[in-house]
Nanobody, 118 residues
Framework: QVQLVESGGGLVQAGGSLRLSCAASGSAFGLYVMGWYRQAPGTQRELVAI???????NYADSVKGRFTISRDNARHTVDLQMNSLRPEDTAVYYCNAKNVFHPDIDYWGKGTLVTVSS
């Protein structure tokens, strides 16, 4: 079992920055690919960024060059630094942990709301 708790959401003006953090409890953090997803009202949840235990990353095209995902395997945390925020980045952001060997095993946090005003 993995429990995920997000923090760091809030209201920011367009062009501003926010940093989201996700704290994971449970064992074997290194066995999980960690990711951030988001869901805006009336839309499906979409991938924002993922990071492997070795630091390999992948980003949605819409956030490349603006967002940076990082993880601390010792502290069991994964962060999302969001710069140059746009109103279309407004969404609930969710932390996800997906087991490398059993991808059908994944866990979600409850989400944190990011609102970008124009």
């Amino acid at each position: 079992q993995v429990q995920l708790v997000e923090s760091g959401g809030g209201l920011v003006q367009a062009g501003g920055s926010l940093r989201l953090s996700c704290a994971a409890s449970g064992s074997a953090f290194g066995l999980y690919v960690m990711g951030w997803y988001r869901q805006a009202p009336g839309t499906q949840r979409e991938l924002v960024a993922i990071i492997t235990s070795g630091g390999g990353t992948n980003y949605a095209d819409s956030v490349k060059g603006r967002f940076t995902i990082s993880r601390d395997n010792a502290r069991h945390t994964v962060d999302l630094q969001m710069n140059s925020l746009r109103p279309e980045d407004t969404a609930v952001y969710y932390c996800n942990a997906k087991n490398v060997f059993h991808p059908d095993i994944d866990y979600w946090g409850k989400g944190t709301l990011v609102t970008v005003s124009s």
